[in-house]
Every structure is written in C-alpha cells, then in structure tokens.
C-alpha cells in the first residue's frame, strides 16, 4: 500500500499539468438540515465542498449561490454531527471528474468515490463533465473511412473517421402502430385479431432468429415484432373487460398486472436461458415457443369457453 502511495503521489508530482497550490478552506456558520453557509471561501457555483471533521461528521456539499458574503451550499450527504465553524473545503473545480490510469481496476459509486477498500484513488486527473470547446478550426480533417461492420451503410452512407454522426431513431413506432391497428381490427373481428397477433408473433419470431446475425434485416423484423406485440394488447384487454362484464374495472386492472407479469416472466426465461449457454441469436427462438404457447391457450378459450360471456364474445369473430 505505501509502495503504490509513493508511485502515485510521485506521478502526480511528476505530470506537466501539476501546478502546487495552498488549500483554501472556509468554515461553517449556518446550517439547517438541507441548507448551508459558509464563510471565508469564493467559490464558483457547482464546487463540491467536504463539510466536516473527521471520522464519520463529514458530508458533502455543493455550492449553490451567495448571500450577504457567504457561500450558500446544499447538503449532498444527508444527516451528520455538525458543529458551529466546523471546516469547509473545496474539493475540485465545478462539473469535473477524475479520469485516467489511476481509474483502471477502481471500483467507485455514482460520485466517483472509491467503494472497492484499496483506499482513496491518487494520481488522477481530472476532466470537466461537459468536455473542453474546441474551434472547428482546429480539428483534424477527414480522410480515412470507418467501418461500421455494416456494407450497406459503409457503400451508401459512408462514415469517416473523426465525423461527427448523428444517430436518430422513431422511438415508439411499432408500439404505436400496433396498438391503433389492434384496436382498429378488434372492432372488426375480435376473435380472428387475436388468433392472427398471435400467430404472426410466431412467425416474425422465428424470421428474427435467422436474420439476428444481419443488423439491417434484423432491425426491419424488430420493427415488424413490436407492432404485433402492441397489436395483441387492445384485443386482449377488449376481451377480458367481455368476459367480466359484472366487473369491468377489475378486469382491467388485472389484466395489466398479467402484463407485468408477463414482463417479469420474460425476463427470467431469456436471462435463465443465457445463463444455461443460449446465444443471444437464439432467444427469439425460445420466445417464438412462448408465443406459441399464447397462441394454444387463446384457441382453447375460443374452442371451449370457462364463462358464458366467452361464448358471446365469439360472435365478433
């Protein structure tokens, strides 16, 4: 441990960008829970600052504003034994993070605060959180090409190193164009929207099994699967709310928890089948059997309904 003290402390003596400096620290003339003052400290607004002694009354404070000749901060560290003048101290520059070798291997929180019990992290630098501005100017010129392990894009929308790309994507369009064309069909045919949904979720299925390893068609058949998938949620939920018409609300509301549910499940079947060895090209496949499974209980209810309303819904297919 001292070993690897020593090594870091002497590269950060050593670096181009270590400038000593004294330490500034300031001391604590208000608090009330949430809200602290401080004074003899100019700091910039966003400074973190450690608030406290030693041991475990110590917190973390950011610098919000300034009243009167003092330094407003608010509490990041929630509750701690406080004293009158207890000392304040900056902790960095506003908005930075420490970067560099000193973090590889390091184990830290969403602070940045080492959790990993090797100590406090020495020899970093540090970086602002919303990078440096650089002249257009002065960057470098494009002129190599980059392969983005896609041909079509490589051959029709070529990508070149060091070029700014925007990526955007309709967030939302398959979900949206599955429900409206679940609910528009299940005000046609109830029974034959379901049984479709169902089997078309199969096949699409199966087709993103054999495409996954291509990224193009892949995403067309994602595309393709979430607007069946969204397209059986209307149907289903007309046909709970049928079944349980005494107790219409009910119904829907258990019918969202079986949604969850379903999340739920889903979730543990393709993480379990991970864990025993599946591929990810593989877990389509695996979902194309639970849909069919959907598909057979559905032909079952319709065939041989459980409550008499069942059977009235089946006039509408």
Do not use: H
């Not at 003052?37 to 300034?66: H, K, P, Q, Y």
């Not at 560099?100 to 605060?113: F, N, Q, S, T, Y």
């Amino acid at each position: 441990m001292l070993n690897r003290f020593a090594a870091d402390y002497l590269g950060t003596l050593g670096s181009a960008d270590f400038t000593a400096a004294p330490r500034v620290s300031g001391r604590l003339s208000s608090y009330d829970g949430l809200l602290m003052e401080a004074v003899g400290l100019n700091l910039a607004v966003g400074t973190v600052c450690e608030v406290g002694g030693e041991g475990d009354a110590r917190i973390e404070a950011e610098v919000i504003g300034f009243r009167n000749g003092r330094t407003l901060m608010m509490n990041l560290g929630g509750p701690a034994p406080l004293l009158p003048r207890a000392p304040v101290r900056p902790m960095g520059a506003p908005g930075e993070a420490e970067v560099g070798a000193a973090m590889l291997g390091r184990v830290v929180d969403g602070a940045g605060k080492p959790i990993d019990g090797l100590g406090p992290i020495r020899g970093a630098a540090r970086w602002p959180l919303a990078g440096k501005l650089q002249s257009p100017l002065d960057r470098g010129r494009v002129l190599a090409p980059m392969d983005v392990g896609v041909r079509a894009i490589n051959g029709l929308l070529t990508i070149g190193l060091g070029q700014r790309v925007g990526i955007m994507a309709g967030s939302g369009v398959g979900l949206t164009v599955g429900n409206l064309a679940g609910g528009w069909l299940a005000d046609r045919s109830l029974m034959r929207t379901v049984l479709g949904s169902f089997a078309g979720l199969i096949v699409v299925l199966a087709g993103l099994a054999l495409v996954a390893p291509y990224a193009v068609p892949a995403l067309a058949v994602l595309v393709l699967w979430s607007g069946l998938a969204f397209a059986l949620v209307s149907p289903l939920q007309v046909w709970v709310v049928e079944a349980a018409s005494d107790a219409p609300n009910l119904a829907s509301t258990l019918n969202q928890g079986a949604f969850n549910l379903g999340n739920a499940l889903g979730a543990w079947l393709g993480g379990t089948a991970l864990t025993l060895g599946a591929g990810y090209s593989e877990l389509p496949a695996l979902a194309a059997v639970v849909s069919l499974l959907g598909l057979g209980l559905a032909a079952t209810a319709v065939a041989r309904p459980l409550w008499p309303s069942l059977a009235g819904s089946q006039g509408r297919s």
